[in-house]
């Protein structure tokens, strides 16, 4: 009986600390996409860490997404752990899915939005201080992530890179909702609301 106790107070323990819901094999990326600000996991090794642990068991997983982005090396790192699971991964955008959290939105498996989400994509922010040398160095990487995130975005959706640079750059925020995002093809559904309210 001890040993059914601790193994379910792990799994509980794992549902909390990860935002993990291991019935319906769920994963809630909520809030930013950004490194630990205080010592111990940051939310994305969290979600990081879930996604592989779902992987290790058959059948879908969901990843459901709200937030206002991040840094553009968590958004990569957590693209590529998406992209190269063996299970299927269904993204949900709900709420705002922004700046860094559009590219994890669009590279699902199998892409929805709530009805009343919004995407809204632009170009990334760079804070380069210290020797000339050091900041035309982060300059350059500047414009490759910026690079990528275009040509990782023409992968998922009906644009192509040139046109996702053009976009942000004219409209510095391109906001699009649930009817707008479906159509661009960053999902390729809208969830309807309830009718059984």
Known sequence: MAGVTEKFVDI??????????????RVFLHGDLEGADTPGESHIEKVTKALLLLDSTEGPIELWINSPGGYMVEMFGLYDIITTRQNKIVTIGFGEIASAAGLILACGDERKVTENAFFMAHESA??????????????VQWERENNQWAILMSRHTKHTKAWWIKSWKEKKEMWLNSKEMLRHGLVDSVIPRSTQR
């Open 12 to 25: 509980v323990k794992l549902a909390l600390d990860y935002g993990v819901d291991l019935s319906k094999r």
């Open 126 to 139: 760079s804070e380069v201080m210290g020797p000339k040398s050091l900041v035309d160095a982060k300059m």
